[in-house]
């Protein structure tokens, strides 16, 4: 019995320690594309306003405008998700103004960036997770900043990453929330995002990489209801010459812990990443519900969604938010010279 329980915990120790640390790869710095599904999608835009001297674009899939849920979880699900006569959206008025606050602050960056901005939108018709009026809602945030948004609106899609051949049927909402809508929503928010790209390979041909993320979460990822380990996808190329990276931001219910690397290897990205010479960054969150083994912060997060309502604090949505920051510092490591420890 002794033997079998030591087992146990070779076995767990095994897991937790097999992460590689997420390589120097001399990434280009400066020119850092985003999207997400969901509570992705609303991450997308937060790491977008708070970084946009940096993430010069976002692609964004059934999401709504920056700060909508303003610290609060009931209007997340009400006034963000499932808008109506009793609960309607934020006005962009007030939005903007609480985003030029920030950027006084020096909490975002200066918001005259996102006028040279690219953003895509897409919203489908079946979605009733998060209505079409919030991803609308979206468009006139960038609108207001004079950003090159398009929102794609034509699809019958339900709620989840929609794809040319993967997942559930395109009307589906259920996990992995992965849809097959015989539409390439990777592709086509990529090729808004980063001008003309090179058709993507019969087969993929780079690598992906299991990283260690509680380097970026102050040791404690668990704390930030993120994993312990995130994925990137590393081209070929981008192992000896500088690539482009873009951080591709899952939704609820939709890491490694809930649909295995689904998401990772079925979202359509990594496909255009290998003749494009792009870096495609994976982070994760895990589901948290109240007190976690050894993490002393109670987090209500059961779903593993993003924060974009203010469960790691009043911050989440600024440069100074956990999960922000974990994420900025996984792209610093990205460009950070080949070698470099």
Known sequence: MMRFFAFLIFLVCAKTFAADPLPALGADPTHVTVSGVSSGGYMAVQLHVAHSAVVKGAGVIAGGPYYCAQ???????????TPGGWAMLPATSFLALETQSLERQGRVDAT????????????????????????????DFYAAYKANAV?????????????????????????????????????????????????????????????????????????LSMGDS???????ACEMESCRVHVALHGCRQNAAEIGERFVREAGYNRWADSNRLVVL???????????????????????CWDWWGYTGPRYHTKEGPQIRAVKAMLDRLSAPRGAR
């Open 71 to 81: 610290g609060s979880l009931w209007i997340a699900y009400n006034n963000c998700m």
């Open 112 to 139: 005259s960036n996102l006028a040279s901005a690219r953003v895509w939108l897409f919203t489908g018709s079946n979605d009733r997770t998060v209505l079409p009026q919030a991803v609308r809602a979206l468009r």
């Open 151 to 223: 929102l794609v609106d034509g699809k019958p899609a339900g709620h989840g990453m929609i794809t040319v051949n993967s997942g559930n049927a395109c009307g589906a909402t259920a996990p992995p929330f992965i849809n097959d809508c015989d539409y390439d929503a990777a592709g086509e928010l990529l090729r808004h995002l980063l001008g003309s790209l090179k058709p993507p390979p019969a087969k993929e041909s780079g690598r992906v990489v299991v990283f260690d993320q509680k380097s970026f979460a102050g040791g404690d990822a668990r704390e």
């Open 230 to 236: 995130g994925y990137v996808y590393v081209p070929k």
């Open 282 to 304: 994976y982070p994760q969150t895990v589901a948290r519900n109240g007190w976690a083994a050894g993490s002393p912060g109670f987090v209500w997060n059961p779903r593993g």
